[in-house]
């Protein structure tokens, strides 16, 4: 089944402890984005990468970090996650950037405290 | 700045009747855009899209009206369900090398 898979799905964590989201898709899609999801303000961008090796910042990408070194896989990784980093994540990927359309993991429901 | 805006965070409609969902942008090289559906829980599905040459595009219930000259497009649920209830994301992209923009989702409540 074409699918992305993030984990974990939900996760409560400490500020300052180093956390890993994991995404992969296994749909060979050259491109692999994050979003995340906080209420009133709608899906932003986190990162994005065109292709292994390749990525670039989204609209927020203060506090994460990203790597693309297999195609299949690209996890978003908070260094020093504070609680203005607890949301709701999504991993997605496509062929392309735009006309195909993403799709989307279930999600991580990440909580900092 | 919001390059996708949808204003009405919410929208009620009851079951049978047309739902409306609304969608703006300011960007003029958005030249695609599709709508997402997502229900809670889980990740936002891909519902339609249409491309800048055309203005309507038709898929069973689902209808997505284009007005490039007022930059708004437009969703329409006819006939709507319960099952519709959601959150709908309009999204748009420069075709090429621009991620999709996202706007802020609309809450659809169809009420049995």
């Known amino acids: 089944e074409a699918q992305v898979t993030q984990n974990p799905r939900y996760l409560i964590t400490v500020t300052g402890k180093k956390l890993t989201v994991t995404c992969s898709q296994n749909m060979n899609h050259e491109y692999m984005s994050w979003y995340r999801q906080d209420p009133g303000l709608g899906l932003r961008q986190i990162y994005y990468?065109?292709?292994?090796?390749?990525?670039d910042k989204g609209d927020v990408p203060e506090g994460y970090k990203v790597s693309r070194k297999e195609k299949r896989n690209f996890p978003l990784i908070l260094e020093s996650p504070s609680p203005n980093q607890t949301s709701l994540y999504f991993c997605?990927?496509?062929?392309?950037?735009?006309?195909?359309?993403?799709?989307f993991g279930s999600g991580t429901r990440l909580t900092v405290v | 700045d919001q390059q996708v805006k949808q204003n009405s965070p919410s929208l009620s409609v009851q079951e049978g009747r047309i739902s409306i969902l609304n969608c703006d942008y300011t960007n003029s090289m958005f030249d695609y855009f599709l709508w997402y559906k997502k229900y809670p829980a889980e990740g936002p599905t891909f519902l339609i899209s249409?491309?800048?040459?055309?203005d309507k595009n038709e898929d069973g219930r689902f209808t997505v009206f284009l007005n490039k000259s007022a930059k708004h497009l437009s969703l329409h649920i006819v006939p709507s369900q319960p099952g519709d209830s959601a959150v709908y994301f309009c999204a748009a992209s420069h075709s090429g090398n621009t991620p999709l923009v996202f706007g802020k989702g609309t809450r659809l409540s169809v009420i049995a």
């Open positions: 990468s065109m292709n292994v090796e390749v990525t």
């Open positions: 249409i491309s800048s040459i055309k």
């Open positions: 997605a990927s496509s062929l392309w950037t735009g006309a195909s359309g993403y799709t």
